[in-house]
RNA sequence: CGGGCCGUAGUAUACCGGUAGUACAAGUGCUUUGGGAGCAUUUAGACUGGGUUCAAUUCCCAGCGGCCCGACCA
């Protein structure tokens, strides 16, 4: 509903190219692979740009936890990036955050370019919530938004996986009472084990119990297994639970009910967490209600957030092979890549059929009708972009036939009508 | 923010105290078309500033930028 992409593009009228080389300056496997398919450009270090490729993954992971926002009852919003100071210094976190952008305009007012938005979303809330009665009607108050956050980070890192400015699902839910943030707490615990499955690294990604803020002892994060991660769990494959290391003490695994010898150890990276709040914003900003009784209490938060652009590039370094990136279906910028060889006549003139069915049907395909380019670099464009279908037409394949399909996950295709192909997808 | 390595065409690289060679990409022409084609031809390059020197892309210093390790964080 949000967003209206096409379903058909030529990758002759694709402004980006594929490189054979791969950056010399990028030693990630992301970055490799995204900046030689042209999914993305880098600024600086840190920052990135999304190319047409990339940004339709982007869209298509923002849609997914889109969806299970809204499932939970999220309402979407959109937050200003520029930030005052005044509410900086309520919270501490304008001297406290040292990786806080602070930017002046002429006139010398100063102003924070946000890295997360409690400071935003609480002085907005104040002027709606003032009653129990207002949770009572609107439960889950839960508020999120879509959008590039800044963080001067000492040193961004591991190509998308760790940015400057970087694509954010915050989320910021609004209680009144203990049960009431607990039961959405718990329910956001499960959204968010939906979301990475649906992205495609449901299967390695796992519920952390990990260190809290300065409010809460601990937090939940999802820890997704790779080497390139920047953290160490401890994994218990029976429950599906792990452990970060930074909290793996008897404390915790007796809390949970976990044996030390069965846990075994992973480097991850974190995809996502969510946070008890408890009163930690909305006491500065006096961000209260008045219940039943009549008495003043102050409103109980929780947080939940999610890197896109960085869960885009676990995804990536997770799965890919030596020639390219490996897209799971559910966010793969194009369903098929139909991929046309040579330059027949009977062979164009297929091709283009072909083209207009898929899209006729909301197949979303990417083709490759370019002329003068030989059959081997049109496949390794098709390896490194990853589709999870290449479809070639050729006289080959004509004479077989129809068109040859192949998955991105297999070594041979086998060659289908035109009835056939459209077939896969009907289902 | 500490430490290390590095900055040469669009990309990847080479050589050199006397102004730079190669491959890919790009342009033109012809040929070629099932795993990054061939021939011919053209275009294009030393991060910035300072120092040493007759002469600096090369040596020295500083700045800026990049990557990696560590600390810190989604």
Known sequence: MINSTINGLRQSRLFTKTRKEAPTNEV?????LLIRGGFIHKEMAGVYSYLPLGFRVLKKI???IREEMNKVGGQEVLLSSFQPRENW????RWKEMDDLYKVSDSSGREVALGPTHEETIVPILKNYISSYKDFLSNSPLAIYQIQNKFRMELRAKSGILRGREFIMKDMYSFHASVLDFEK???KMKSVYKTIFERVG??????LTFAPGGTFSKYSHEFQTITSVGEDTIYVDEKSGVAVNKEVFNDEVLNQLNLIKEKMVEHKSIEVGNIFDLKTKYSKPFDLSFTDEKGQKRTVLMGCYGIGLGRLLGTVVEVLSDDKGIIWPESIAPFAVHLLSLGEDEAVKKEAEKIYESL???NIEVLFDDRLGVSPGEKFSDADLFGLPLRAVVSLRSLRDGG?????RTEEKGKVVSLGEFLKIFSK
């Open 359 to 361: 899209q006729k049907n």
């Open 201 to 206: 690294i449901g299967h390695i990604t796992y």
């Open 184 to 186: 959405f707490y718990n």
């Open 28 to 32: 990630s496997r992301n970055a490799e």
């Open 89 to 92: 210094e309520k919270t501490g």
């Open 62 to 64: 923002e849609n997914i």
């Open 403 to 407: 068109v040859e399909i192949k998955k």
